[in-house]
């Protein structure tokens, strides 16, 4: 059986800095980044709290493969992906968590 994924961004409240994370359990891995629960972890020593893009895959490693190609880029490309989905760049937590 396949499994999806996503990948997405997390950042901070001044929006410096940017996490790019896959997961195949969206709700569940943004919370734990929301919640530091993994003490010590680059999310959590940055405070990167708030999700501002995020983008689904039909598998597992089609998400996995995005990921390894969006990390490459240089930060204004990466701005540019969020930009043309979430210009004002909102916390979306309250779009997911919903599901």
Same mark, same amino acid.
């Given at each position: 059986?396949?499994?999806?994924?996503?990948?997405?961004?997390?950042?901070?409240?001044?929006?410096?800095?940017?996490?790019?994370?896959v997961t195949t359990?969206?709700?569940?891995?943004?919370? +734990?980044?929301?919640t530091h629960y993994?003490?010590?972890?680059?999310? =959590? @020593?940055?405070?990167? !709290? /708030?999700?501002?893009?995020y983008e689904f895959?039909?598998?597992?490693?089609?998400?996995?493969?995005? +990921?390894?190609?969006?990390?490459?880029?240089?930060?204004?490309?990466? =701005? @540019?992906?969020?930009? !043309? /989905?979430?210009?004002?760049?909102?916390?979306?937590?309250?779009?997911?968590?919903?599901?």
């Amino acid at each position: 059986m396949e499994r999806g994924g996503s990948i997405y961004f997390m950042t901070n409240k001044n929006r410096t800095t940017l996490y790019l994370g896959v997961t195949t359990n969206l709700i569940k891995r943004v919370s +734990e980044h929301r919640t530091h629960y993994y003490k010590g972890s680059f999310t =959590d @020593k940055y405070n990167l !709290e /708030l999700i501002v893009f995020y983008e689904f895959h039909s598998t597992i490693e089609e998400a996995i493969s995005r +990921e390894k190609q969006v990390k490459k880029w240089i930060r204004a490309k990466k =701005d @540019k992906l969020i930009n !043309e /989905l979430n210009p004002d760049w909102i916390d979306l937590w309250g779009e997911i968590e919903k599901w």
